[in-house]
């Protein structure tokens, strides 16, 4: 079976992705240590997203990357106060 998702805990990376348009499909709580792991559809874009992240090619509007940021912050905030069963 093809993985198709691709599982994130960086808020910088996260945010710069969101910022860009990629749809977040999974936001869950790590049970064994203190993070957040947020979960993306695989795509070509997504890996090439990545990369203009990594090497700091990639541009965003900075409105964007502000929306996104407090977007991002609300979210991991959540997930650090869900109780996990």
């Known amino acids: 079976m093809q993985n198709n998702t691709i599982k994130l805990t960086d808020k910088d990376l ?11 499909i999974a936001s869950d709580k790590d049970s ?15 890996d090439k997203a990545i990369l ?7 541009d965003v509007n900075i409105s964007d990357y502000l929306a ?4 991002i912050k609300n979210l991991l905030y959540f997930n650090k ?5």
């Open 14 to 24: 996260i945010t710069y992705l969101s910022a860009r348009g990629f749809e977040i």
């Open 32 to 46: 064994s240590k203190n993070r957040s792991v947020v979960t993306f559809k695989n795509t070509e874009e997504l």
């Open 52 to 58: 203009d992240y990594v090497n700091r090619v990639g």
């Open 68 to 71: 996104a940021e407090k977007r």
């Open 81 to 85: 106060t869900k109780e996990i069963n």
